[in-house]
């Protein structure tokens, strides 16, 4: 069992930057591929970015390609998602996702732990 919690969201002015972190506790940590996902309002909840087991491996969604970042620190337990250039549109529930795994997936069906998710607002 993994327990996720994820941290740093706030209010934001457009063109501005946020840094998320996702501690997990439980399980050894670094065999686990993590995510990260977000949920607007009314909307699905989509893909953001993911990260493989040891961070050699990253992807991301077209619309956030070059302006965010994930990473990880094994020996912290946590996973970040460094947002830059924030626009509106990113305002969501961001929520961390893991999965005991080597490679990253993209779906949401693929991940068996969530944190409770964390809300960034982006102002025009």
């Known amino acids: 069992q993994v327990q996720l919690v994820e941290s740093g969201g706030g209010l934001v002015q457009a063109g501005g930057s946020l840094r998320l972190s996702c501690a997990a506790s439980?399980?050894?940590?670094?065999?686990?591929?993590t995510a990260w996902f977000r949920q607007a309002p009314g909307k699905a909840r989509e893909f953001v970015s993911a990260?493989?087991?040891?961070?050699?491996?990253?992807y991301y969604t077209g619309s956030v390609k070059g302006r965010f970042t994930i990473s990880r620190d094994n020996a912290k337990n946590t996973v970040y998602l460094q947002m830059n250039s924030l626009k509106p549109e990113d305002t969501a529930v961001y929520f961390c996702?893991?999965?005991?795994?080597?490679?990253?997936?993209?779906?949401?069906?693929?991940?068996?732990?969530w944190g409770q998710g964390t809300q960034v607002t982006v102002s025009s």
């Open positions: 996702a893991a999965k005991l795994a080597l490679v990253a997936m993209t779906t949401t069906r693929a991940y068996d732990y």
């Open positions: 439980g399980r050894t940590f670094s065999s686990y591929a």
């Open positions: 990260i493989s087991w040891n961070g050699d491996k990253t």
